[in-house]
């Protein structure tokens, strides 16, 4: 048997239930991983909440979740079996799960129709073994399965999101949420992938310390009154671009501070799922605003590379076993955190 949590249900964190299940058997060119290590992200907690539904809960497809379903999508751990049509030389290799499942052609598997995701459409690494496509299983970029498993889901989209604007060395560009799972990374990938000058933007300026060491150049505050000013002042002038998963909360100021053909690419929404927009801001500025959802197995691979290298670093704020669960999500639910929360099997 293996210990496992499943999501019971659209619901708080009650909906959070610590089971003994039989591990699953590995299908055709399939391997069985045991989880060493699963980073949290908000997706879990917003598929449990129901709150991707725009008129009643769901998870991020309209037809929304199956329940019972063991939530986690970044998964490292060791390969212990594998399914029928492969030989045994994947056993024993530590790895790090690719994320989703996708008939589209290398390059646009983040936008086809049936990309199916660990966690929400298959069962993920709330547990202590998961099954998955040996094709999807890469080697781990790190040493240590905890520091390997900060980066699949958050670091993949900054990866993307970078990609999408292609930054060029030298432009200044705004991180928004920059103490969280995907902003610390896009700091990073902007300043020490890129070559770009980044401003970061946070709640507490006591982070502005740790976000420098990540390459950020100067660091902000969300609350302060004057933000855009601060930046434009800083900047002499507007800005290139603005990285953001914030939403409603900074999206005035994105556009106070972009400069004319300026980039606005966002991937989530922590601080409102709905805005305002003037179309007369956008088009008289000539803004070019992208839409962001994880990204491909090149860029994977890319960012694996990346972090190998060390030009890319973990930030890590906790771990917690993973029977405590409910308590993980509630933490990472609360501000002041710095970087991702890593449950341990
Ligand atoms: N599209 C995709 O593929 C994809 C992938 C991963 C995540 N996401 C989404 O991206 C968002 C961030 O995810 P994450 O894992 O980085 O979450 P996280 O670690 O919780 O970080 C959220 C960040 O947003 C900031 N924030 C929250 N409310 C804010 C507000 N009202 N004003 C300004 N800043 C605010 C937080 O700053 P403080 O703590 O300082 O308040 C924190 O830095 C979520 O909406 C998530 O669902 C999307």
Do not use: C, M
């Given at each position: 048997m293996m210990k496992a949590v499943q999501v019971t249900g659209y619901g708080d964190v009650d909906q959070l239930q610590v089971v003994d299940l039989l591990p699953p058997s590995p299908k055709q060119d399939e391997v069985l991983v045991r989880v060493k290590a699963c980073g949290i992200n908000n997706t879990e907690i917003w598929m449990r909440e129901g709150a991707y539904g725009?008129?009643?809960?769901?998870?991020?497809?309209?037809?929304?979740?199956?329940?019972?379903?063991?939530?986690?999508?970044?998964?490292t751990g060791e390969v212990v079996e594998v399914g029928s049509g492969m030989d045994d030389s994947m056993i024993g290799r530590r790895v790090v799960l690719f994320p989703f499942t996708s008939s589209g052609q290398d390059g646009e598997e983040h936008i086809a129709d049936d990309m199916s995701f660990i966690g929400s459409e298959y069962d993920g690494g709330y547990a202590e073994y998961v099954a998955w496509p040996a094709a999807l299983c890469y080697d781990m970029p790190l040493d240590s399965f905890v520091d390997s498993a900060a980066f699949s889901v958050s670091g993949l989209t900054a990866w993307h999101m970078n990609e999408q604007i292609d930054i060029q060395p030298g432009q200044t560009i705004v991180?928004?949420?920059?103490?969280?799972?995907?902003?610390?990374?896009?700091?990073?990938?902007?300043?020490?992938?890129?070559g770009a000058n980044v401003y970061a933007i946070v709640g507490d300026l006591k982070e502005a310390d740790k976000l420098k060491a990540l390459g950020a150049s100067r660091v902000f505050s969300y609350r302060s009154e004057t933000l855009a000013d601060e930046i434009l002042e800083a900047n002499g002038g507007p800005v290139d671009a603005v990285l953001d998963v914030v939403g409603d909360a900074l999206f005035k100021t994105s556009f106070e501070i972009l400069k004319n053909g300026g980039k606005f690419c966002i991937s989530g929404s922590a601080g409102g799922q709905t805005t305002h927009l003037d179309f007369r801001t956008l088009y008289l500025k000539h803004i070019t605003m992208y839409g962001s959802v994880l990204g491909t197995r090149e860029e994977f691979k890319a960012m694996l590379d990346a972090i190998a290298a060390g030009r890319i670093k973990p930030v890590i704020d906790r771990t917690f076993p993973l029977v405590e669960a409910r308590a993980a999500q509630t933490y990472f639910k609360q501000?002041?955190?710095f970087g991702k929360i890593v449950l341990l099997p």
């Open positions: 725009t008129d009643e809960e769901s998870g991020w497809r309209p037809e929304g979740v199956q329940f019972p379903r063991i939530p986690g999508s970044d998964i991180v928004t949420g920059a103490s969280g799972g995907v902003g610390s990374l896009n700091v990073q990938i902007a300043a020490n992938v890129h501000k002041g955190k």
